[in-house]
């Protein structure tokens, strides 16, 4: 029968899993067997699901057959001109505009600073100071300068800088877009003068994750003009 | 052709866009579609129906979501409209999930400590776990767990909120453990059954 | 004034007729060249944990619980050219703005919206400009706006709120709460929430509510102030840093001697509990000033 603590456990399980580790919680598991049982065979029904999922099904060529015919017959597809340039203007846009379009605004945004993270993870070097230093700042610059240069050229883009049906939003947008260039501007300064300071690399990140946010929002506003 | 140019040639018709937007997603909702429901027919049903919605409905796309975000709510309410004439009542989304005697919590079932499933369970075994599962936990589970999908595309998709997706999660998964210590206990039973029977016949 | 019953005498008669001879045609003109907002009301029968879902480009929206299981929405669109969809499929609510024509002009693409709803209803809200005022709700919500501010009073569950420039306010609210903004300042007032997180760039943060036992507060800035109020009776681990700016302290911390912190070289910080330190509180500003600062 469980126990107290083990109830308790249990109340904090799911918050358990998505990463939070209260300490009374993280002390009970370390010498509880039972719960660590539990915590086990979640883990496992996690990464067998993980498994599963790598494994995607081919749907036979038929399908795309029998939905045409069906698409031609309710009258929804019908030859336009635009099918001849279609190619050609998508080899303009380019990959940002290509990614943009295909990853969910907050996944892109994430993905971004996970990336970031990453890359300067594996980048950070030995145990000297000074090595140290430029190694970590040598890290945040190969990281940081080709997503900005691309971020910029996004910010180019016709589409991002239309006007879209609430030009007041829009112009909030843009307001709020200088607002993050200037602290994008502010952060790589103090990563200059500090670069083991992970706080201020930490703010960096998210002013580059922020700036994405808001050029997706311009875009997405810019395309429904289009 | 990326994907908000098919968008947009898809909107005045275009057939090559058209099949642009299938060729970039039919594997992933028909992957949906087959855990789901565990049948091929059923799933290539399914996965037609879902595109045939997307298109009827393309004109409306104003952007305000991703796009496969939009089609993946679709494809999950296509499923889940089957299952739930299936299951004979117009049970809501929130109600396909399995009612808590207590505040809401899972259940507390332990298993014995010898009772890790780790080493134990498989694709098999966790694909039948999960064909169990009532709608609501199944439709959770495939797209966080099996199809990748963090919680907060999980509750654009499935017009919840984030917290209700984290939660419904939870549940499932503890419902899976339930089920696959189930089985494992059957199977042993199963293997004991056997090898006293092969014992008595020796006799 | 009149006072006690009012006497029709012949000379009041006229009076009344007079008064009524000139006011009716002077209505009728006015109705004539304002219409006044159009307004429509449309009623949804829903069950248990309805979800209700609101798209809107710019305007008030204002939804209060109430204890019918139904949802209740009185729109209000700026022009005859803008229209409010409001579809219901199974025990969810999609409410939507849209233009008529092309031809709209940018400050008609507006309603204003008066909803109730159920109180264990999920929201789900888009408005990019103007205001959302929820109270008595204790579903789930998520509220995304540009340039609108967001006023939740007296709601529970789990609440994810982001604008880039709209300011937030939240009063008397439980659950989890997590607000992220560019621009815009948060006050968090007497919250009952075990878990807050909050993040603006510039914007002010003010936090004057109960730290819970085992609850998690973080509220992070660029520049700005945050502000934190505690009472005698709280009890917090504190971590509290200022990249480049000031760390103000009323709270008299036990300092934590068995974690490393990262000190910052021109700012400050400090680490430390109070009293039993149940609670676990992180604030961050790069250059703005955090201010630890005793309740009144």
Known sequence: MASDDCKRFLNQLESWTEGERPANAGAHLRSCVRCQSVVADLSTIQAEGRTWGAQEAEPPEHLWSLLRAQLEEEGLIHATEADGKAEVVAAKQGWFGGFFAHIPRPVLAGAYLSALVAVCVALSGPLSKPTNEAQWLEGTEVATSPLSAQLNSFEQDPITSSRDLNPAVTASLHENLAVVDNYIALCKKSVQEEPQNEIARDYLYGAYQQKADLLAQLHERGENVQ | ?203 | MITGRAVTTKSNLKAYWVTAGLLVPGLLLSSAVYAGPIRHEQHFKVTAHPVITIHNPSGLITVKAWTKAEVMVISMPATTEVEVDAEQMGNRVDVSTRALSESVAPGDMKADFQINVPEDSELQIHNDAGAVNVSNVLGDMNVETVAAGVDLADTSGYLTVKTVGGSFQCSRCAGRIEVSSITGSFRLIDLKSTHVWAQTSTGNILFNGEFLPNGTYSLKNYSGTIEVRFSPGDSFDMSATSLKGKVNNEAKLTPSTHEHHFVPRWGNALFGTFNQGRAKVELTSFDGTINILKRD
């Open chain 2, 1 to 203: 052709m990326p994907e908000s140019e098919a968008i947009r040639l898809a909107q005045q018709g275009s057939a090559p866009a058209f099949e642009r937007l299938y060729r970039l997603h039919n594997r992933r909702v028909y992957s949906l579609c087959l855990r789901m429901v565990s049948n091929t027919a059923e799933a290539e049903d399914l996965t037609q129906e879902a595109f045939l919605q997307l298109f009827r409905k393309i004109a409306t796309f104003r952007g305000e979501s991703a796009f496969s975000t939009w089609l993946h709510r679709l494809a999950v309410n296509v499923v889940l409209m089957r299952l739930r004439k299936k299951g004979g009542n117009e049970a809501s989304l929130e109600e396909m999930t399995e009612p808590d005697e207590d505040s809401g919590g899972p259940r507390r079932d332990f298993g014995g400590p010898d009772l890790r499933l780790s080493g134990s369970i498989d694709r098999v075994n966790l694909q039948r776990a999960v064909e169990q599962l009532p709608p609501g936990y199944k439709s959770v589970f495939i797209l966080h767990d099996v199809q990748g999908y963090e919680h907060n595309e999980i509750a654009k998709i499935m017009e919840c909120s984030i917290g209700n997706s984290k939660s419904q999660l939870h549940k499932a998964r503890m419902r899976l453990r339930e089920l696959l210590h189930e089985a494992m206990r059957d199977k042993a039973r199963e293997d004991r059954k056997a090898a006293t029977d092969s014992r008595g016949g020796e006799d």
